[in-house]
């Protein structure tokens, strides 16, 4: 409690998490402060060398750079609570948090060293980035899209999400994904595949240009739909719908089946499919062994019984036979 009391002062005095909680080593950037715990500073030196080029990246999408400086910390799973600024609570399943009021970054270091590391920097940069410029003023559609897409999150997962947006059945309105998503895992997953998609859909009908356009206005205080009217010169509803259509005419459960997950998924089958009738055959062929053994043993014990009730020579009893007159 004395820790999280002195964190909280020290956010509200100015100065960054990374340099409060005794324990942690920190590495300083020019725009960010990396603080460590002695468990995650493997993926604190990764950190080190791309977190710059990263916020570059981000920059020049938004068209301009939020304040510095950023404090990153960096630990292992059941050591990012400790380590949290004061009423951050991070779930047990996060890889990484972006916390718009220290303008901090809370990171799992084995999410980080893992293979979807960048990705996940990326992602997380670009909310901060958002929230930063905009605090509050970005509808949670919008948020998500943007650092989905900066980040290169598409899988053939989002692509499947995709396609069942695309259904009638199955789709969102936009309007609904304003300030949360739902929590249901399948109807989450297609809240984040429409807004991929739909932030992705605005910047190819204006490249970077017009969306940084739209970023300016409504981190200045217009409304997203404003926002999209002045800059694209179609309203929101208008824009969805020539969306959906699209979505209509370019996601189909063809693409699932050329898809790496499907491959895979149509080889498994193929492994199963044969291991069943490998062990059928095996199993038709131990029957068809029984069969032999049994029709050997019956032929051997009629020939037994024929060479018993065989009469050679003379069927006199003889002396000392033992037979009874």
Known sequence: MKRALILLLLLLSGQGAAQTLP?????????????????????????????EHERDEIARKLGRDFDSPTDVLVGEADELAAIAPAGAQPPAWAAGMALIGPNALLLNAAAVRGERGRPLVRHELAHLALGRLGPGRFPR???????????????????????????????IPLSALETSFPDGFADAEIAYAESFSFVTYLNDQGGDEKLRALIAKVAGGAGMAESLAETYGRSLNDLESAWRKRMGSRYSWLGLLSGTGALWGFASALLLIAYFRLRRKKRLRLEEMALEEAAEAAALRIAAAEQAQATPGDSTPGPGDGAIH
């Open 23 to 51: 324990g942690l080593t920190r590495i300083d950037l020019p725009r960010f402060r990396i603080a460590h715990t002695e468990r995650g500073a493997a993926a604190a030196v990764v950190l080190s060398k791309t977190l």
């Open 141 to 171: 559609w919008f948020q998500e899209g943007f650092a989905m897409m900066v980040a290169g999150e598409w899988t053939m997962a989002t692509y499947a999400a995709t396609y069942r947006a695309s259904l009638s059945q199955w789709a």
